[in-house]
């Protein structure tokens, strides 16, 4: 473990990241959707403690579990939250009382089968729900949107919305056929955004670069569309332990060698390079609507 942590320690040192963050030229949120081509990956628990890293580094996060069937970021936050996106319509109820307050001021809303349940509403009630969200534009930097795992035209719609993807793989061969399945998916819905990767659960460095370079190679082959790597995060029983506890790893095991990875990937998410022009609350669930109308 001491070497697998020194070598992690050079591949930040090494690691081209700017010394200040990127100006944001707009005040939209950056949404970004974390997705996989399967379960068992690792994806809701990188989402948290992604947002809970981001947070440590001043940024304000919105993090909204976009999963059809569990609601598994308030199993990892080691919270519950009392209404969903729909309570919304309810009188006297705002987008204040439908989010929950997380660790290190990130906030979490729960949105699970109520956003769906959008496209069934008047027009009057969709104004006024798509406005109340809107006004998060105003207070986060950016929204992590966990979808539910595989191929399935409810995480593709909230994929397409994006303004930015990242893909959570791991190296087992299942894993990293599925997640080439979802940006071949993403690819052939005329998918733009950026896509970026993950490759979690390594055991070396060599081990996800192998992964990298594979899923790279074969995207740029027979896809014609450029992955960029956002960072591996290693193995680790303190995440399994973290869950258990339902306090998330960043603030049970900050100095654990998988804490450290994802905080490298969050200043490569906030200090790399990012060209694409944020479209907000408001563009993300207008374009979402149009997939489900």
């Known amino acids: 473990m001491s070497d697998q942590a020194e070598k992690l320690r050079q591949m930040t040192l090494n690691s081209s990241i700017p010394k200040s963050p990127i100006i944001k030229q707009s005040p939209k949120s950056r949404v970004i959707t974390v997705t996989s081509g399967k379960g068992g990956v690792g994806k809701t628990n990188f989402t948290v403690n992604l947002a809970l890293a981001l947070a440590a580094l001043d940024q304000k996060v919105l993090v909204i579990d976009a999963d059809l069937g569990m609601a598994n970021v308030e199993v990892v936050l080691g919270c519950s939250a009392a209404y969903n996106i729909l309570n919304l319509l309810e009188d006297g109820l705002n987008i204040n009382d439908v989010v929950t307050e997380g660790p290190r001021g990130i ?11 959008l496209a069934n509403l008047s027009d ?27 191929l399935s035209r409810n995480v593709l719609n909230f994929v397409m919305a994006a303004d930015e993807v990242i893909i959570i793989t791991t190296p087992e061969p299942t894993a990293i056929t599925d997640a080439y399945a979802m940006m071949k998916a993403y690819t052939g819905q005329n998918g733009v955004a950026p896509l970026r990767l993950v490759v979690n659960r390594i055991l070396d460095l060599d081990e996800g670069q192998m992964v990298v370079d594979k899923l790279l190679r074969v995207s740029q082959r027979f896809l014609d569309v450029s992955i ?14 973290a869950v258990k506890t339902q306090i998330p790893l960043l603030m049970s095991f900050p100095d654990a060698i998988s804490s450290r990875c994802i905080e490298n990937i969050a200043q490569r998410l906030l200090y790399g390079e990012n060209t694409h022009k944020p ?4 563009g993300f669930f207008h374009k979402f609507l149009e997939f489900i109308w």
């Open 107 to 117: 906030k979490f809303m729960a949105g699970g089968s109520g956003i769906y349940h």
């Open 124 to 150: 009057a009630h969709l104004k006024h729900i798509v406005g109340q969200i809107s006004l998060f534009d105003n207070w986060a930097d950016i929204v992590l949107v966990d979808t539910g795992a595989g």
């Open 228 to 241: 960029n790597n956002l960072g591996y995060v290693y193995e680790d029983r303190n995440m399994v332990k």
């Open 279 to 282: 479209r907000g609350m408001r």
